[in-house]
């Protein structure tokens, strides 16, 4: 069988995001674009896979440390025609197949890939192009074809005449291309153009020269390879992707109340009878069980929900746990390391932080427990704070089973309290209590009769 290699061109800036960070990493469905055509490059199990990149290489190649390729830097972005060429050393004795794809087309799938590669070898062809129909093929290459239908060349948009920017054919930038053919090909295209680059489109010509065979495929959905080179085009192709998911989810049992509105992540998964308010974003590797409710407003990055779950109105979670039955919110803010365990009740205006916190415990009203264990059936009164940093470190704070920890008080880390321990209101707690005992301040309470008349008196006399 032929090798097959591939070539993922992501050295551009994108001039037309007009940004300082590299198109490529612009994100889609939460992941970097160009995490999906190399997912879909990784599908084919290639000999090689060698991503060229430019503006940003550092950045691009730490957002995909995680995938096993070879990278090539373009030191200066000549074109696309340069891009591939500078992979040329490492393909050197490469005599099979590249497929060469583009970082900013995030949606082509593995069928459709498959589909060109297998024409390309059928037809025992050099080039073989990817292309679609457009109704808009605005920004992108028009195939020239002859009087007999055979391809004749690529001209891009900006060098097109008013006759060939009538053209609906669209070049998809993907192309199979023999390895043999290829380089010794690019080295011989010019840069005559409007933008004085190398546009690899050009080795069309260079292939019909030569007598070569040049063939292209058309893929059935233009969608499918639609690239992204302006953030509305990034806005929308976010908007189609998010619809499909949420087809998917609302397909699969989950209720969207409103799915205009609800975003979720590729990688998040949802159980059957969840029903999700309007406003809610599920992200990163979010996953949400059954039967839960979101009532709305709600933000939940990289969080697992067991079943049964409950985020009343407003709620931020990330990185955290949270086991069945639990309710949360409103207005509630969980940061990462809080895991909760069942029936666990959050209430409003409780912020926590690297809590662990058992079942049936409750902490219902405007509380920071942060870096502090909590035992099974412990009320956390209204007021409470975890102390838990001195201006130096961050220290943690045990809390036992069935503590009664009275409102307004402030227990200062590192700090334990045992179970059944009885936390009075408005306890300042800085010394460790054995379980089952009762801690309050010393605190004389006065009360002066008839204050606030004198009070008074005295103030109108000024
Ligand atoms: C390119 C094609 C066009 C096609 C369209 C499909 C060329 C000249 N034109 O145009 O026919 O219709 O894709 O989406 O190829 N890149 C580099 N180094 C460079 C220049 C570009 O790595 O020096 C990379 C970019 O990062 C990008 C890809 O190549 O991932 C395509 O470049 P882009 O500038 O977006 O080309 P288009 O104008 O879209
Ligand atoms: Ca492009």
């Known amino acids: 069988m032929t090798e097959l290699g591939v070539i993922l061109l992501a050295a551009g800036l994108g001039k037309r995001m007009k940004s300082s960070l590299p198109k490529v990493l612009h994100r889609l469905g939460g992941k970097p674009l160009l995490q999906y055509p190399l997912s879909a490059a990784q599908q084919f199990e290639p000999k090689k896979i060698t991503v060229v990149v430019g503006h940003g290489a550092e950045r691009v190649r730490q957002a995909c440390s995680d995938r096993d390729v070879a990278w090539v830097v373009q030191e200066r972005q000549l074109g696309t025609g340069h891009a591939v060429l500078c992979t040329r050393e490492i393909y050197r ?94 080295e011989r295209i010019s840069n005559e153009n409007d933008q004085g680059e190398y546009y690899l489109p ?29 953030r509305e085009e990034l806005a929308l192709m976010e908007k189609s992707l998010q619809e499909k998911i949420n087809r998917g989810w609302m397909e699969a049992g989950v209720t969207l109340k409103d799915p205009q509105t609800t975003y979720i992540d590729e990688e998040v998964v949802i159980g059957k009878d969840t029903f999700i308010g309007p406003n809610t974003h599920l992200l990163g590797r979010t996953v949400v069980g059954e039967r839960c409710r979101i009532d709305g407003s709600a933000y939940l990055t990289d969080t697992q929900l067991s079943d049964e779950v409950h985020l009343r109105f407003s709620v931020v979670l990330s990185n955290c746990r949270v086991e069945d039955g639990a309710i949360i919110g409103p207005f509630a803010h969980l940061r990462p390391g809080t895991s909760l365990g069942r029936q666990v009740h959050i209430g409003n205006f409780v912020e926590t932080k690297e809590a662990a916190i058992g079942e049936g415990t409750k902490a219902n009203h405007l509380t920071y427990l942060g870096d502090v264990t909590i035992g099974r059936e412990t009320n956390i009164g209204a007021g409470t704070i975890t102390c838990n940093y001195d201006g130096f470190k961050k220290y943690r704070t045990a809390i036992g089973d069935r503590v009664q920890v009275g409102s307004d008080s402030t227990l200062v880390a590192p700090l334990s309290l045992g179970d059944d321990v009885y936390v009075a209101t408005a306890t300042t707690v800085r010394r460790d209590v054995p379980a089952g005992a009762l801690v309050y301040n010393e605190r004389q309470e006065r009360v002066k009769e008839g204050w606030t008349e004198q009070k008074r008196k005295k103030m109108k006399k000024l």
């Not at 099979?96 to 590669?117: N, R, W």
């Not at 069309?204 to 302006?230: H, Y």
């Open 202 to 230: 050009d080795i069309v010509d260079i292939a019909l020269q030569d007598g070569a065979r040049v063939c292209a495929v058309q893929v059935e959905n233009p969608r499918e390879i639609a690239g992204i080179n302006t």
């Open 93 to 186: 004795q490469f005599a099979g197949d590249l497929m060469i794809l583009s970082g900013d087309v995030p949606f082509i799938t593995k069928q459709t890939l498959e589909a060109l590669l297998s024409h390309h070898r059928k037809e025992k062809a050099a080039l073989t192009v990817l292309t679609a129909c457009m109704d808009r093929p605005a920004g992108y290459g028009r195939i020239l074809r002859d009087g007999r239908g055979a391809i004749e060349g690529i001209v891009e948009e900006r060098d097109a005449s008013e006759a060939q920017k009538e053209i609906k054919e669209i070049n998809a930038g993907i192309y199979a291309v023999s390895a043999p053919f290829l380089f010794p090909a690019l």
